[in-house]
């Protein structure tokens, strides 16, 4: 089971939580399960709501989009960020090629967190705003 520290290091690195401080990402870790998952597994599937979002601490996984293998983005391998803040439907599936460990932060837990929160909201729509002007600027 990782600790508690282990896990805030791990969210440290996600884009969305870039602005939140380390008390901020101590309680999203506090809401962050360990869950593991077998090979073959789908962690995610294109085209259904998401419902929650996904870091993966060990193994390898697969992302499919269309049903063509699409690269892991940056070596990081966190999936399903937008679940947190959308109802959108997923844009892509991600199955375990090796059994994997993950991290895994349900919508409903985080909207609570938020709402608990609000400092960490303001953060989420700033780090949110700098994406979008840095995908219109590309």
């Known amino acids: 089971m990782l600790r508690k520290n282990v896990k805030i290091d791990l969210l440290k690195h996600v884009p969305l939580f870039a602005g939140c401080s380390k008390a901020e990402l101590g309680a ?3 809401i962050a399960d360990e869950v ?3 090979a073959g597994s789908t962690l995610i599937t ?3 709501r998401g419902k929650e979002f996904i870091v993966v601490v060990e193994g390898d996984v697969e992302v ?5 293998a699409v690269p892991i983005r940056g070596g990081s391998e ?8 959308t109802e959108e439907p997923r844009n892509a599936t991600v199955v375990a090629v ?5 991290l ?12 608990d929160l609000p400092s960490i909201q303001s953060k ?3 780090t949110l705003a700098a994406r979008a002007v840095a995908n219109d600027a590309a």
């Not at 499919?64 to 063509?68: A, L, P, S, Y």
């Open 78 to 85: 966190f999936f399903g960020e937008m679940a947190l803040l």
């Open 46 to 48: 294109q085209g259904e």
């Open 64 to 68: 499919r989009r269309n049903g063509r």
């Open 124 to 126: 989420l729509l700033s």
């Open 98 to 102: 090796t059994p994997v460990r993950t």
């Open 36 to 38: 593991g998952f077998a």
């Open 28 to 30: 999203i870790a506090q």
């Open 104 to 115: 895994v932060i349900a919508d409903r837990a985080f909207q609570r967190l938020v709402s």
